[in-house]
């Protein structure tokens, strides 16, 4: 029950990630905690429970403004994996490293 509820606020006050494509050129994703690796041909964000993994090329991050990034470059491949309910942090490095 208190799960639900946390969602629901979360939902509520814009606290789940936000994403919007345009083409395979640029993604903006809103609420986004952290940049985990990066380089021209990955990127793994966190944004709220999902651990985000970005494949392309020639992938550049820009405007990271309070919980938001930019994406440019080729995106070929985006993959979504659904972080621990846990808040704890360390488990949730975890679990996205495990699962590439």
């Not at 639900?4 to 606290?15: C, E, G, P, Q, V």
């Not at 994703?29 to 990066?38: G, L, Q």
């Not at 494949?55 to 994996?81: N, P, Q």
């Amino acid at each position: 029950m208190f799960d639900k509820l946390t969602d629901r606020a979360l939902d509520a006050f814009y606290l789940t990630p936000q994403i919007h494509f345009d083409c395979d050129r640029e993604m903006v994703i809103e609420n986004c905690r952290r940049i985990e690796e990066y380089n021209e041909v990955f990127m793994q964000l966190v944004s709220g429970k999902l651990c985000i993994q970005i494949w392309g090329s020639g992938l550049r991050a820009y405007d990271f403004r309070t919980h938001g990034l930019i994406v440019r470059g080729k995106i070929e491949r985006v993959e979504f994996i659904e972080r621990s309910a846990r808040r704890d942090e360390r488990s949730a490095e975890r679990l996205c490293e495990d699962k590439r």
